[in-house]
């Protein structure tokens, strides 16, 4: 999430395997971006097992609301019955469960989508030259570029912002003592042009922070 990073699935999977323990994926990032039609990181690392329990936020790609829990048949009926905060939540609305088949057929349908997503990734990767600050190796829609100090990165963001783009600034606790950065967040609503305008800012702001 502040990082970017894919976590190294395979291999946790062989120690599953060895150990006989289930993997518990949190797929937030990468339902709907990553993979084959965006089914997510296990499609990604082309991964299947019955050891593998997902959870994806419906909130991110998807756009609405909610989450979903994906796994074995025993492992389903295993929390139906005693998940406390399954069996004592509310039911979702029929409009969000519409919206969210709506959402899903879209990601299905979206790898024009996520060609271009990918594209202006691989561009800002390649053209943002950073002697200051240093951006995280990721592949994915977050894009950390690490600043160090609290005041620094505030100041950063700040002056992005005063360009008329947005881009939050992360400090501790939420990452560790010394890594405070700006989370840099790249969608498919984002152009090229818009790329270049980010780029070009980081660069001037480079020269006078």
């Not at 965006?38 to 936020?57: D, V």
């Not at 969210?100 to 594209?119: C, N």
């Amino acid at each position: 999430s502040m990082d970017g990073d894919l976590a190294p699935l395979p291999e946790y999977l062989a120690l599953c395997e060895k150990y006989d323990a289930y993997l518990y994926i949190d797929d937030a990032h990468g339902f709907g971006v990553l993979g084959e039609h965006g089914e997510g990181s296990l499609s990604h690392f082309k991964l299947k097992s019955p050891r593998i329990i997902m959870m994806a936020t419906l909130g991110k790609a998807a756009g609405v609301a909610g989450a979903f829990v994906a796994g074995e048949k025993v492992v389903i009926d295993y929390l139906i019955q005693t998940a406390k905060s399954y069996v004592y939540s509310t039911p979702a609305p029929p409009a969000l469960s519409a919206t969210l088949s709506a959402s899903v057929k879209l990601i299905a349908q979206g790898d024009a989508l996520r060609t271009h997503l990918h594209g202006l990734i691989a561009y800002f990767k390649a053209n943002l030259q950073c002697k200051k600050w240093q951006l995280m190796p990721s592949i994915t829609a977050v894009q950390p570029l690490i600043v160090g100090g609290n005041v620094e990165a505030v100041k950063l963001s700040e002056y992005l912002q005063a360009g008329g783009i947005l881009v939050p600034a992360i400090r501790p606790p939420t990452v560790p003592k010394g890594t405070a950065r700006l989370r840099i967040s790249i969608s498919v609503a984002h152009s090229l042009d818009d790329v270049k305008a980010l780029i070009n800012a980081i660069h001037q702001a480079e020269q006078v922070l």
